[in-house]
Every structure is written in C-alpha cells, then in structure tokens.
C-alpha cells in the first residue's frame, strides 16, 4: 500500500518561512519524480514544483519562483519544499504526489499517488 504523508505545515505570518516533509512508503521513492500542489476552496489545485528522481530537474509554478525550494533525500524517502517569505496568497492545502514521465508526453509527470495535504495559513 502505497502512502504520502505530508507534514510541517502551519499558521505564520507574511515574510516568514515553513518548510514541508512529505515521507513516502509502500513504493520505490528513488525511482519516481514527486510534486507538490496547493489547493485554496473554491479555486483550482495548483502546482507548485516538481523534482525529478534524481533531485537534478526541478521545475517551479511562476507564483512562488526564487522564494520556494524542492529537494528530496532518497535515503529517507522524503521530499520537502522550503518556503520562504511567504505571502497571504501562499495560503492553501498543500500535497505532495508521486509519478513518472508522461508516456503520451503530453505532461512532464503523471501524478498517481497523492497525499492527503497540509495546511498552510499565512496571515498579514
């Protein structure tokens, strides 16, 4: 049985910073790119990084460019997104996913396990 398990969200003003754990069980993290999406009521998920299996290809959502960090440790199956100055509109559920390249290509990934997400509340 394949789990994500996200962690370190949290309640923190603007400009401060939070960093999220996403651990991994019951499939081969090393083998698999992971993401992190946010999700806010009423509004689209959001994507807002990936990283590919190796940690070398990291791709980031235009909102949170040269403030948010994707890395991964493939020793603990755990991958985390450091975020700092953190807006109000950084508010949201945020879950991680795992996949694998995009046969039709259409995407970069295919997401095909998610976790169940962590809140973030920023406040001004």
């Known amino acids: 049985q394949v789990q994500l398990v996200e962690s370190g969200g949290g309640s923190v003003q603007a400009g401060k910073s939070l960093t999220l754990s996403c651990v991994v069980s019951?499939?081969?993290?090393?083998?698999?790119?992971m993401a992190w999406f946010r999700h806010t009521p009423g509004q689209d998920r959001e994507f807002v990084a990936d990283i590919s299996w190796d940690g070398a290809i990291t791709t980031y959502g235009d909102p949170v460019k040269g403030r948010f960090a994707i890395s991964r440790d493939n020793s603990k199956s755990t991958l985390y997104l450091q975020m700092d100055n953190l807006k109000v509109e950084d508010t949201g559920m945020y879950a991680c996913a795992s996949g694998y390249p995009d046969p039709s290509k259409v995407s970069r990934y295919t997401w095909d396990y998610w976790g169940r997400g962590t809140q973030v509340s920023v406040f001004s």
């Open positions: 019951g499939r081969s993290f090393r083998v698999f790119a």
